[in-house]
């Protein structure tokens, strides 16, 4: 098979407002990959015209070799192939969890094992308690539980851990990369840094309806080779001094000092400073 | 589910007085209260579940799936037959035990209220699924539909007997289904010699039938241009 996704020129305009302007993207078989932007940045629209529940102004869009927008019952057995994990969505409140996915399971040709798929979202003790008792993580995992119960090839996530204490998200990703050793292809878009780099395999940044970049998460905007950051007490206040050669300073002030250097922090551009640089300079 | 039979506990029993040579208000009434059965479960349950289940991402959910768009309003046609089913029967046994209602004698009646009762309940649904994309969200649809049925019932002869109301509310009450409805459930409950009190002089049950239909076929094409699975 040819690309998973496959986007070229993609627009789409709400009124005088352009969401999208121009966007292309490709996306591999078996990658993670993460759509990663500020609100307002077009993320939610791409992805919604991916899913096929937005009508894009332009472009040509292949998902899984089918155009989204395609209307009509060709889309059922396309949308038997993949898998969209929505996010703040209150129903299935009066059922149980084996309920809704065990439910769920019926709309689909192949599914997976209602108990299996319950248990690989880390539910199996929710199993038999109302969708509205959840709390908000294990809602997330039961949207996730009915977005994979049809054993899709493509999984869509929007902003899966919004809101999640930091050891939910942890155990959230184990999930994430489990699916993805299973054979999926998993879309995700997020504003936390740390999950695009956690997670993805390639990253690509969006702002203003258009990509910026795509890159894996250690080669981001140059990142790899950027300057670290060198910082010590130099009297009463902090210095900072940015380096391509962190090694050579680090020594010159070990000596200056006659041996240890206070309070020595060294670190290279972290992904978020990188992320914010590119979203910061394409305001202009 | 209990709520017409409690309006019709308190209507039947106040107003129990008759109103022409063997028929009473109460038989009146529960005629009126079976055609308001078909707009409760369809138009009036709908418009408020559809709205509510599209505030809560239900729709959208079932969207990204495989499931065959028909096969949700299928589902729903299916709850309101059922629900009407219940309510119908419910009040009409209350009908006839309590307040002196006849079950229809000939298999004509019969016939009739069959007639009745499915092209009313598919009115109903299809206007109800076109309404549904009325209320802005789902906790306020009760609150948009529900004031839309309770004029409608008064306008149409459900609470008052239909010929003492107003002409100009009559004349009104006539553009909509429900005025015929209560009409056609008359026709059936009510012995034929009280069809010359009714405004034409007779039950009109050709015409009952022409303008259910024409608001089936209005809805039908409403609900399919207007139906949305996710607010904007």
Request: hydrophobic share 30%.
């Given at each position: 098979m040819s690309k998973v996704i496959s986007v070229s020129g993609l627009r789409k305009s709400y009124g005088p407002n352009s969401a999208v302007a121009g966007l292309d993207l490709e996306i591999e078989q078996g990658e993670i990959f993460a759509l990663l932007g500020p609100n307002g940045a077009g993320k939610t629209t791409t992805v919604e015209i991916l899913e096929g529940f937005r009508d894009r102004d332009a472009g040509q869009v292949r998902v899984l070799d089918f155009d989204?927008?395609?209307?009509?019952?060709?889309?059922q057995r396309w949308r038997d192939r993949i898998g969209i994990v929505l996010q703040s969505t209150q129903d299935a409140g009066d059922l149980t969890v084996y309920e809704s996915v065990s439910h769920f399971a019926t709309y689909y040709e192949n599914p997976k094992n209602p108990r299996e798929v319950i248990e690989l979202v880390g539910l199996t003790e929710k199993s038999?308690?109302?969708?509205?008792?959840?709390s908000g993580g294990q809602r997330r995992r039961l949207d996730v539980a009915l977005g994979i119960i049809g054993n899709p090839e493509l999984i869509f996530l929007d902003e899966?851990?919004?809101?999640?204490?930091p050891e939910a998200r942890r155990a959230f990703w184990q999930l994430i990369r489990k699916l993805r050793d299973e054979g999926a292809t998993i879309l995700l878009t997020t504003h936390y840094l740390d999950e695009a780099e956690a997670l993805a395999d390639r990253v690509a940044v969006i702002n203003r309806g258009q990509i910026i970049e795509i890159s894996t998460p250690d080669q981001l905007g140059g990142r790899a080779t950027s300057l670290a950051s060198v910082s010590w007490r130099d009297g009463v206040k902090i210095r900072t001094e940015k380096s391509a050669n962190p090694t050579a300073l680090v020594n010159s002030l070990s000596q200056q000092f006659g041996g240890e250097i206070p309070e020595l922090n060294v670190r290279r551009a972290s992904l978020e400073d990188i992320y914010l640089e590119m979203i910061g300079g394409s305001l202009e | 589910m209990l709520f017409p039979l409690i309006l019709l506990a308190i209507f039947g029993s106040v107003f129990?007085?008759?109103?022409a040579k063997g028929v009473t208000f109460s038989q009146y009434f529960v005629a009126g209260m079976i055609a308001s059965g078909m707009v409760n479960t369809g138009f009036q349950q709908l418009a408020i579940m559809i709205p509510m289940e599209r505030e809560f991402g239900t729709l959208k959910r079932l969207r990204g799936t495989?499931?065959?768009a028909s096969s949700y309003f299928i589902g729903k046609a299916i709850l309101v037959t059922l629900s009407m089913i219940v309510q119908v029967f419910l009040l009409l046994e209350a009908g006839v035990i309590f307040f002196g209602v006849n079950l229809p004698t000939t298999a004509q009646k019969w016939l009739l209220l069959a007639a009745l009762l499915i092209l009313g309940s598919a009115c109903s649904t299809v206007l109800g699924i076109a309404f549904s994309n009325v209320p802005k969200s789902g906790r306020g649809a009760s609150a948009v539909v529900s004031p839309v049925v309770i004029v409608l019932q008064f306008f149409s002869g459900v609470f008052f007997v239909f010929t003492q109301l107003p002409h100009w509310m009559q004349y009104v009450a006539a553009i909509f289904p429900l005025k015929w409805m209560t009409q056609g459930a008359r026709s059936v409950f009510l012995p034929d010699s009280f069809a010359t009190r009714e405004v034409a002089g007779n039950w009109e049950t050709g015409r009952t039938f022409a303008i259910i239909g024409a608001w089936l076929v209005i809805g039908i094409f409403w609900a399919i241009r207007s139906f949305k699975w996710e607010r904007d």
């Open positions: 989204p927008a395609t209307k009509g019952s060709a889309g038999d308690a109302l969708g509205r008792t959840l899966p851990t919004t809101g999640f204490d | 129990s007085n008759s109103i495989p499931m065959p």
